[in-house]
C-alpha cells in the first residue's frame, strides 16, 4: 500500500484499493485458465471478459451439421470475407459421421491456425485481430490467421524526403514494417524477435539486428533493457526511447528515429539494432553517435564528393545555429576591434537608434522567432500562411521601422533560423535551438570568453554522454580513426572496407580491399 | 583503492601533457626569454633538459612501481609518514602552480580584452567551468585534450602563415653570436615549464596502454619544441628588438595581421586559442591536485572534494602574486627554482633513494 491521499481517508480508501487489487488478481488468475471442454463455459468466460464490447461478434454455427461452434473476432480487425469463404462455408458443409479436430483444421483453407489453450491467449489472438473458433468437447481452440484492418498506404516520409533513392517509408503496422527490412536485407541472419508491451496496449514490439554483425552483448543489453519496461500503454515509440536511454536528463536524443527502411537497413548492416513498434512509423536505432544526427540518407546516395561538401556545410551551419546569435553578442558587445572598419561603421550606425543592448535584442528576437516556428508548425496549413507573413512583416519591417532591433540582428536571427533547420533530424535541431539560449546569456556576459565557457560545457556534457554504452562524440573524442572515414567526409563506397568502431568492432570487415574502379580494372596483369 | 576508473590512451596522455605545457609558454616566456637570449630566443627551447629529466623520471618510477603515481611511490620509497609529507609538498606545489595558471589567464584576459571585468570573474567562471569537467574523470579531459588539439594546431597556423610575408629573416642575425651561453641562460625560464612534464606521472596509471607512453611523451616533448621554436621564431623575425617590451609579444604579433583590410585584429583568435589551451592546462593541474588529494587522504572518490579543490586555486591565484608585474617576477625567478626543486630535483632524489634501496635490497638477498 502506498501513500496516504489526505486527512482521515486511509481506512477506507486502503481498503478499497485492497479490493481493486484483489479483484485484479483475480481476473489475472482467470485469464491463465486453461479451456474448458464444455463449450458454453468457454464462451461465458470470454462473454465476461467482453461485456460492453459491442464490436466482439460471437457467431454460433454448427460445424458439419453436428458439432456446435462459435466463432469470435472483433468486428474491424478481422478479414470477415475471407473467414465467410474459407472457414465457415467449407465448416458448414456435410461432414462424415465420426470427424476429428484434424479433420476440421483440414477443411479450413487458410494457411496460418494456431491451436490455443488457454483464455489469454484466446485475448491475445482476437485482439491481434485473428478470429478464433471454439468448438464443443475440445479443449483448444483455432487461432485463424485472417486479420485485416484499415491501414495507410506506403508512401514517402514527409520528415525524410530525397531526392535520389528510395521513396517508400516505414507505416504504423508493425507487420508490414518488419516486411520492408525483410525485403531489403534477404538473409535468414536478419532476426526480428517480438515481444508484447503495455499492460493495456499490449503493443507488439520487434528487436531487429543482424546476426554475425551486431555484437551479442549490445542484443543482450537492449533485450534487457526493454524487458526492463513496465508501462500501461506505448502509443509512440517515444514512450521506449525515454525508457531505455542511458542519460535520461540530456536535451540530446541518445536513439535515432527514422521513418526510412533503408535508413534502418543501413544501421542494421553496421551492426546496430533496430527497434520497431506497432502503431507508428517511427523506428529506434541504437547505438549511435552525435554525428549520425547530422547525416542524411541523402549524403549515401550523391556523389561522395557533393556528399562531402554537403555534409561539412551542415557541420558549418550547425555551429551557426548554435553560436551564431551568441557570437553576434560577443562581438557587437565586447570585441568592436574584430569588425573590419567599413562594416563597423554601417552596424554602429544601425544601432544608433536601438534603445536595447545586444543580448537584450537577441533574446527578443530568437524567442519571437521560436514562438513563430511553433504556431507555423501547430497550424492548419491555410491559417500557417498568414502567420509566417505577419511574421516576416512583424520581424524583418516593422520591428526595424519602429527601432526596436537592428537590421544585422535580424539578420543574424533568420541565418539562425534556416541553419538550425539544416539539421537533418529534427530531434537534434530543437536542441540546438534550446542551447542556443544559454549560450547566448554568457556571451552577453562576457563576451567571446563566455561563448568559449558555454562551448565547453555543452561538450562536457556531450563527451560524457553514452548511447548503450558507446561514447555519444566517438569516433572524434575519443578518436578512432577507422571511424573518421565517416565523420569527416564521406568516404566512397570502395574505401568503406570497415564497419564503423563503435557497433563494427564483432565484425569489423565489411567488403574486401581494392575494388577501386578504374577502365582498366579486370584486365589480366593488373 | 581505485579512485578514477577511466582509462586513456597513450596518445591522448601526449595530448593533454602537450596542452598542460605549451599554451602558457608561449604567452608568458618570449619575454623573458629575450632578455637573457637576444637574437638567440628561438634557440633557447632547444635546451629542453628539465623535460627530459622530468619524463625519465616519471617513466623510471612507473616501471619501478607500476600501476602508482608520483606520490603513491613516494609513500612506498620513504615509509607511510615521510611519504605522506613528500606527497603533501607535491600536491601543496601543484596547487601553487594551478594558482599560478589561473592568475595568468585571468591576467592575461583582463589586461587584454576584458578591461572593465574584475579579475575574480574571469579567472572564477573558469575554474568553475573547470571543476565541472574535472569531476567528469580524466577521460573526460582527455577527450578534450583530443577535439582540441587540432583546433589550437590549425588556429595556430592561421596566426603564423599570414605573417610569413611580413618576417624579416635578418632580424635572426647573428646566431649565437655570443656563443650559446645566451640561449643557454635564456631556457632557465623555460625549464619551469619543461619541468611540468612530471605531471605524466600521474597520469600513467590510467593508461590503457603504459608502454606506449614512451613514445608519445617523446613526440609530445619534440612538439611542444617545435612550437616554442616556431612561435618565438615568429616573434623575434617580426619584432626584433621590441620583442623584450611587452608582457606579451605573441599577442602583439597577432595583432599585427591584415589580411586584405579584412581579416584585422585577430588577437579575439589568440584569446581563443589561448583560452581552450588553458582551459586544459588548467583542467589537467586541477585535476592532478583534486585527485592527489583524495589519495593522500584515502578518499574513496575524489570528485566530492573538487569544488573545495577549486576554491582553494582560486584563492591561490589571488594569494600568488599582488599584481602582473610580481607575477612574471615570479615567473622569470623564484618560480623556475621552485619547479626545478620539487618537480626535479625532489623526484630525482626519490628514484635515486629508491633505485639504491633496490640494489641493496638485491645484496641482502643475495647474502
Known sequence: MGKTNGFGSRGPRSNQREAERFAHQEENRQLDQALSANLAENVQALQRLYTRCSDVIFHEFCIGNRMEAVLVYIDGLAHIEEVDQHVLAPLQQDFPMDFTLADIRGKIAVSSIKPVDTIVKVLEEISGGNPVLLMEREPHGLAIGLPKWEKRAIDEPSAESVLRGPREGFIESLRTNTALLRRKIRTPHLKIVTMSMGKYTSTQIALAYLEGVAAPSLVEEMTSRLQRIEIDGILESVYIEELIEDNPFSPFPQLLSTERPDVASAYLLEGHVVVLIDGTPSVLIAPITFYSLLQSPEDYYERYVVGTAIRWLRYLFFLISLLGPSFYVAVITYHQEMIPNALLITMARSREQIPFPAIVEALLMESMFEALREAGARLPKQIGTAVSIVGALVIGQAAIAAGIVSAPMVMVVAITGVASFMAPRFTVGIAIRLLRFPVMVLAGFLGLLGLIMGGILILNHLFKLRSFGAPYMAPLAPMQWRSLNDVLWRAPRWLMTKRPHMTGAWNPRRQPHGQRPGPHKGESGD | ?367
Not at chain 2, 609530445?220 to 616556431?230: K, M, W
Request: proline content about 5%.
Open chain 2, 1 to 367: 583503492m581505485v579512485i578514477e576508473n577511466g582509462k586513456i590512451s597513450a596518445p591522448q596522455i601526449g595530448k593533454m601533457i602537450y596542452l598542460a605545457v605549451t599554451p602558457t609558454a608561449i604567452l608568458s616566456t618570449p619575454a623573458i626569454t629575450y632578455q637573457f637570449a637576444k637574437q638567440d630566443l628561438w634557440i633557447s627551447p632547444m635546451w629542453a633538459f628539465s623535460g627530459v629529466i622530468a619524463i625519465w623520471i616519471a617513466l623510471s618510477i612507473h616501471r619501478l612501481f607500476p600501476g602508482e603515481n608520483l606520490v603513491q611511490a613516494g609513500e612506498r620509497i620513504l615509509g607511510r609518514k615521510l611519504g605522506k609529507v613528500f606527497g603533501l609538498v607535491i600536491l601543496l606545489y601543484y596547487l601553487y602552480l594551478g594558482g599560478v595558471i589561473v592568475r595568468e589567464y585571468g591576467e592575461f584576459v583582463v589586461g587584454a580584452f576584458l578591461v572593465q571585468t574584475p579579475l575574480l570573474v574571469v579567472s572564477g567562471s573558469m575554474v568553475l567551468v573547470c571543476a565541472i569537467v574535472v569531476r567528469s574523470g580524466v577521460e573526460i579531459i582527455a577527450r578534450f585534450a583530443d577535439v582540441f588539439i587540432p583546433v589550437f594546431a590549425m588556429l595556430f597556423l592561421l596566426l603564423i602563415i599570414p605573417l610569413l610575408p611580413d618576417l624579416h629573416i635578418l632580424k635572426m642575425l647573428p646566431i649565437m653570436g655570443e656563443g650559446i651561453g645566451p640561449s643557454l641562460s635564456g631556457s632557465v625560464v623555460l625549464q619551469a615549464w619543461f619541468s611540468e612534464f612530471l605531471t605524466v606521472s600521474f597520469l600513467i596509471p590510467f593508461a590503457n596502454r603504459a608502454e606506449k607512453v614512451k613514445k608519445s611523451m617523446a613526440i609530445t616533448l619534440l612538439a611542444v619544441i617545435v612550437t616554442l621554436v616556431s612561435s618565438n621564431l615568429v616573434t623575434l623575425l617580426l619584432l626584433g628588438e621590441l620583442t623584450g617590451n611587452y608582457n606579451y609579444p605573441f599577442l602583439i604579433v597577432a595583432r599585427y595581421i591584415n589580411l586584405a583590410d579584412f581579416f584585422t585584429h585577430l588577437e579575439s583568435l589568440f584569446m581563443a586559442i589561448w583560452v581552450l589551451g588553458a582551459f586544459v592546462k588548467i583542467c589537467v593541474f586541477f585535476y592532478v591536485t583534486a585527485m592527489g588529494a583524495a589519495q593522500w587522504m584515502n578518499l574513496r572518490e575524489y570528485q566530492p572534494i573538487v569544488f573545495p579543490v577549486g576554491f582553494l586555486l582560486l584563492l591561490m591565484s589571488v594569494w600568488v602574486a599582488p599584481n602582473l608585474q610580481e607575477l612574471t617576477h615570479a615567473l622569470s625567478t623564484s618560480i623556475i627554482f621552485s619547479a626545478l626543486t620539487v618537480l626535479v630535483c625532489i623526484p630525482a632524489a626519490l628514484l635515486g633513494l629508491a633505485w639504491i634501496r633496490r640494489q641493496w635490497g638485491k645484496k641482502n638477498l643475495q647474502d
